[in-house]
């Protein structure tokens, strides 16, 4: 590590636990890069795919304690 970046750390863990973690998420979040715009669009694409599925089939859902309840008694691999 360089002396610059020492002494940023030295002043980073001098800030409030809040800040801290906010910078430590963006320094983390920086590590991936932009996000591509063909992967931005896909998510959106199934985005709207699973909202107009949702609209369409509203008895098809499924209540969040039965989900959890099948987590729960799901095996792990």
């Excluded at 863990?13 to 973690?21: S, W």
């Excluded at 910078?23 to 199934?46: C, I, K, N, T, Y």
């Excluded at 909202?51 to 499924?62: F, H, L, M």
Aim: net charge negative; aromatic share 2%; proline share 6%.
């Amino acid at each position: 590590m360089t002396d610059r970046a020492r002494k940023l750390l030295h002043d980073a863990m001098e800030l409030p636990l809040p800040e801290r973690a906010e910078l430590a998420a963006d320094l983390l979040a920086s590590l991936d890069g932009e996000p591509e715009a063909d992967v931005e669009a896909a998510w959106a694409s199934e985005i709207e795919r699973r909202g107009r599925e949702a609209i369409a089939n509203p008895d098809d859902d499924v209540a969040w304690e039965t989900v959890r309840d099948e987590l729960h008694t799901t095996p792990t691999r």
